[in-house]
């Protein structure tokens, strides 16, 4: 790839279970000039250690820029690119939608074709979770828009490596 072709990154970054962590790294992103296009921010197994996955735009360039200033944060105990090939991203769409009893089957359909589930119900609305990759998400987005959508709640993209030892120990790397 052209070093100067701008693209989707997926990066995840382990580090110390402590306050201002998320503050330290979000601004590094920040004062470097990315704009951070989803962040998640998650416990992990071990209880010292969460994980935040950062989408953002850059180059090839601009994404080794990134992996080396967050690296050198004293917070900071693993960090990865996650290539699409070799990962699996995830997000969640919480979605209150006006729905009376004459509209409400034909969601469902829709919600059972992508296989989301209907969370809550009343009389006059409903709410529906939906979790999967970020396209299979917009794509009900698309489809649920002829609808009166109320509300919408969309998580950020998290995601994993499928391969083992996936993660830059940065502890290792200098």
Do not use: W
């Amino acid at each position: 790839m052209d070093n100067k072709t701008i693209r989707k990154e997926v990066i995840s970054i382990l580090v110390d279970n402590q306050s201002n962590v998320l503050t330290r790294v979000s601004s590094l992103f920040g004062r470097r000039g990315f704009n951070i296009d989803s962040l998640t921010v998650s416990a992990t197994n071990d209880p010292n250690l969460s994980r935040i996955t950062i989408v953002f735009q850059g180059t090839e360039q601009a994404l080794h820029q990134i992996l080396t200033q967050t690296a050198k944060l004293e917070v900071v105990k693993k960090i990865s690119p996650l290539d699409k090939r070799n990962s699996i991203y995830r997000e969640l769409l919480l979605i209150k939608l006006r729905a009376d009893k004459t509209e409400r089957s034909a969601i469902r359909e829709i919600v059972e074709i992508y296989r989301g589930k209907i969370d809550d119900l009343s009389r006059t609305s409903m709410i529906v979770e939906l979790t999967g990759n970020s396209e299979k998400i917009d794509g009900f987005m698309d489809i649920i828009s002829c609808y009166d959508i109320l509300e919408v709640c969309r998580t950020g993209i998290t995601g994993i490596s499928r391969v083992d030892e996936a993660l830059i120990d940065t502890k290792d790397a200098d």
